[in-house]
């Protein structure tokens, strides 16, 4: 933005000083400074005791962390252990590949700075705008029990920041308290993976839970749209997605309330 400041000449002037002068300023604007926004993954990798291998289902990570990338959002990574989170080895079989997913594999950089997530202990809610817990059935036996996950959310939740979950990361709901002492979700519309999901994976009676149930245990207003469709809600803060093609639902829905 420029300014113009005229200044007029009076008195008694030199014969070639008899002209105005004009000078510019220009006023410089702060760049403003990128939305910081938290991922934390699971890093539990054991599907009960079946000897099956789970952990974080890639989609649900990647696509919405292209999402916010290549929006100018500054992404930092955290898992309870730190290190490298597991990756469920299903959400990588050629029948789940997306567009994202095909882009993680070949993104050196992204794959790089997975290896290495900060140890959730170690972070603050204060260095960040908001929070997203990407799904996978790991989270239902670390995530939902562990008291620093449970204490960031509601430190986000307290300080006005959004948290954002899609498909089984709900589970981190499931310990979480508001200001009065009830569950979080307590009177909030929410979403995640349906029973009936769960039934058709055939793991109804290997999860600890399940996240459909449990968000109704806490007095959520539970909806869910059909099997495997796309599907999100939003009450204030609190924004879930019901699976994996949920999850670029909840990160448009992440990516308003930071702008």
Known sequence: ????????????????????????????????????????????????????????WVEEFATPYYQLKDKGIDITLASPKGGQPPIDPKSELAD?????????????????ALSKTLKLETVNQADYDAVFYPGGHGPLWDLSEDKTSIALIEAFYANNKPVAAVCHAPAVFKNTKNENGD??????????FTNT?????????????????????????YSKGDDWAAY?????????????????????MLLKQLN
Do not use: W, Y
């Not at 420029?2 to 002068?21: E, Q, R, W």
């Not at 569950?183 to 979403?191: D, F, H, I, N, S």
């Not at 793991?203 to 996240?211: A, G, K, N, Q, R």
């Open 96 to 112: 789940f590949q997306t567009e994202s997913t095909k882009r993680f594999n070949q993104d050196k950089e992204t794959q790089e």
């Open 183 to 192: 569950p979080l979700v307590k009177g909030k519309k929410v979403t995640g």
């Open 1 to 56: 933005m420029f300014t113009i400041a005229l200044f007029a000449s009076c008195g008694n002037k030199k014969k070639n000083d008899d002209t105005s002068v004009a000078t510019a300023t220009t006023e410089t604007k702060e760049t403003p400074t990128a939305k910081k926004v938290l991922f934390v993954l699971t890093s539990h990798s054991e599907l009960g005791d079946t000897g099956v291998k789970t952990g974080f």
């Open 197 to 221: 999901e769960e039934a058709a994976v055939a793991l109804t009676d290997v999860v600890p839970f399940l996240v459909e149930e449990m968000l109704k245990e806490n007095g959520g207003i």
């Open 232 to 252: 999100a809600v939003e009450d204030g803060l609190l924004i879930t997605g019901q699976n994996p093609a949920s999850a670029e639902l909840v990160a448009e």
